[in-house]
T-cell receptor, first 113, second 114 residues
Framework: AQSVTQLGSHVSVSEGALVLLRCNYSSSVPPYLFWYVQYPNQGLQLLLK??????LVKGINGFEAEFKKSETSFHLTKPSAHMSDAAEYFC???????????FGTGTRLKVLA | DAGVTQSPTHLIKTRGQQVTLRCSPK?????VSWYQQALGQGPQFIFQ???????QRGNFPDRFSGHQFPNYSSELNVNALLLGDSALYLC?????????????FGPGTRLTVT
């Protein structure tokens, strides 16, 4: 079975500072990993995905994530936070042959002016 | 290119009633998954439909049922509503056989049970 742990339910950063949102996964087979963003009262928008190609994945809006098998991590980063990045971020895992995503509990990002 | 659409946007029901939520997948997609997102939580997988059959089911009671139509659109039905069924219900579509395992999510239906 797969699982995802997102450390830090709330993260605050200053505008222009580095954003680091943590995601650790558990999977007995090679995982596929995703980061989604959710703005208030909206659905989920895909930021980026890891599907066994390059371990450093670049996504939309300047976000990127690095798959580290040895650490079972897939942390999301952005060099410089913008006010518009304030939202809830979800990490999700799935594997070949299964059809469901397992989501973490989410991290709410607050960007301070 | 139309993305995933869901209707209605909001819904208020009384405990014990039944509700039907609808989803149209992204153009070209043939698979629909449903998720329940309780307040402050991550989405939880309910089930997935492919070729008009339920392909996989999460840990949800039989009160939750679904259907997929020949045009790939889908419905989620919940019977005997409980207060705990209040949540955002998300529909996601994907393409079977693809190797990206990417799911595209709709805006959701906010269900409130009173």
């Amino acid at each position: 079975a797969q699982s995802v742990t997102q450390l830090g339910s709330h993260v605050s950063v200053s505008e222009g500072a580095l954003v680091l949102l943590r995601c650790n996964y558990s999977s007995s087979v090679p995982p596929y990993l995703f980061w989604y963003v959710q703005y208030p009262n909206q659905g989920l928008q895909l930021l980026l995905k890891y599907t066994s190609a390059a371990t450093l994945v670049k996504g939309i809006n300047g976000f990127e994530a690095e798959f580290k098998k040895s650490e079972t991590s897939f942390h999301l980063t952005k060099p410089s936070a913008h006010m518009s990045d304030a939202a809830e971020y979800f990490c999700a895992v799935t594997t070949s042959g299964t059809y469901k995503y397992i989501f973490g509990t989410g991290t709410r990002l607050k960007v301070l002016a | 290119d139309a993305g995933v659409t869901q209707s209605p946007t909001h819904l208020i029901k009384t405990r014990g009633q039944q509700v039907t939520l609808r989803c149209s997948p992204k153009s070209g997609h043939d698979t629909v998954s449903w998720y329940q997102q309780a307040l402050g939580q991550g989405p939880q997988f309910i089930f997935q439909y492919y070729e008009e059959e339920e392909r996989q089911r999460g840990n949800f009671p039989d009160r939750f049922s679904g259907h997929q139509f020949p045009n790939y659109s889908s419905e989620l039905n919940v019977n005997a509503l409980l207060l705990g069924d209040s949540a955002l219900y998300l529909c996601a579509s994907s393409l079977a056989g693809g190797n990206s395992y990417e799911q595209y999510f709709g805006p959701g239906t906010r269900l409130t049970v009173t």
